[in-house]
């Protein structure tokens, strides 16, 4: 009631204004003098905060509806713009109007920029700048002139590239309904990229089982071929047949042997294992494994193998524990490390020349992703981290399985049921855990499954 008898206290004011502009005569100066210096004869209540307006062409009838709007738009907003005189009140811009302007003032900025300046731009500090720029804009970097698809095969650029900081590993992955092309996913930018390796074989299904210094190593179905590829610059190679013919699935870990080289090791369950040097170009078997270790190996073929210095490691079973092979001296090694109980889908890792293991815990029909360290004095599994409960509780009741790929500092879990498919990320360094987008085809909606893959840090100078 009280603001109803405002607005009509108002309204009487607006005409008794309206009455006295028409009673002045227009030919009187003074008339008109003191026209355009009206002031209210009443005041406004004290409750109501009103900002100056000039309100034209006001008739008798329009006077209720234009005070009324008046005063629901200054109790909606507190900074009420003035209308000027012969202006309708403005109005809301469509977004693409806005966005053109947007993008006319960006491309203005762009005019501005004088081509004679940067024509002079010093070509070592060009070569710097590119080298620091995030990895994903390569993608675009190389299709832009000959010039610059070139500088990645100089040598300077190529030293530019180790003074920058390793970069967050990325993930080459294989899905189970596009085996013959690979999906690598940038947790930087939290995107999938869907690459194409042409000399990669068509007619062979090859799956990524290691990497090292930006190579990942491939290995065909068959456990007959390996190859060797960057998948961000196509460079590939496939390496010479083995001397040992070998039927049976094997491990393989992969390392850095120099400044561009790279060691590849596999490992059979009957104990027979070769090495490749690529400074070599070839395989070579440095001696026998050692009698102290237990034949058969009963190796976790889905653990991948972690490298510590010039150390591989791999898992094993039946005894429970970890074979290590040194590079150096030949010498392998077994411990026997119980693992931890009501535990599955384990596979090694490694952070900071630390070992660790990840794992399902189940119990009852609750299942947990745990992570554990290696305690080297007592040589047994320490909990150190799990999956916030939260997400854990998604899995309750169902029969989960999990996939890890990568295995140093950055970890991708694929987890999944007959419900549910899942990817998550964990950072050892943070103790992070991150979901992943689900990957999808670039012209296609449905979310594809994870099989196989591994991390590998993306250098653009690596070659096979």
Known sequence: MEVLAMLRQL???????????NTHSPSSSSSSSSSSNFSFPLQSPPLLHLPRC??????????????????MTAGKSENLKMLEPGKPPPKKKARKERNRGKVTGTSCSIENLDPQIWKEFPEDLFEAVIARLPIATFFRFRSVCRKWN????????SEQCTQVPQPQPWFYTITHENVNTGAMYDPMLKKWHHPTIPALPTKLIVLPVASAGGLVCFLDIGHRSFYVCNPLTRSFKELPARSVKVWSRVAVGMTLSGKSAYSILWVGCDGEFEVYDSRKNSWTRPGFMSSNVKLPLAL???????????????MRSEPDGIVSYDMVTGIWKQFIIPAPLHLSDHTLAECGGRIMLVGLLTKNAATCVCIWELQKMTLLWK????????WCLEFYGKHVRMTCLGNKGLLMLSLRSRQMNRLVTYDFSTGEWMKVPGCVLPRGRKRQWIACGTAFHPRLTALA
């Not at 070139?150 to 650029?157: I, R, T």
């Open 54 to 71: 000039y309100v034209l062409n006001l008739d008798d009838s329009s006077a209720e509806d234009s005070c009324y709007n008046i005063i």
């Open 383 to 390: 909990e150190v981290d799990r999956m916030p409960n939260i």
């Open 150 to 157: 070139s500088m990645l095969m100089s040598q300077s650029f």
């Open 11 to 21: 309204i009487g004011q607006v005409k008794q204004l309206l009455q006295q502009q």
């Open 300 to 314: 976790n073929f889905k653990s991948q193998t972690i490298t510590i210095g010039n150390k591989f490691y791999f």
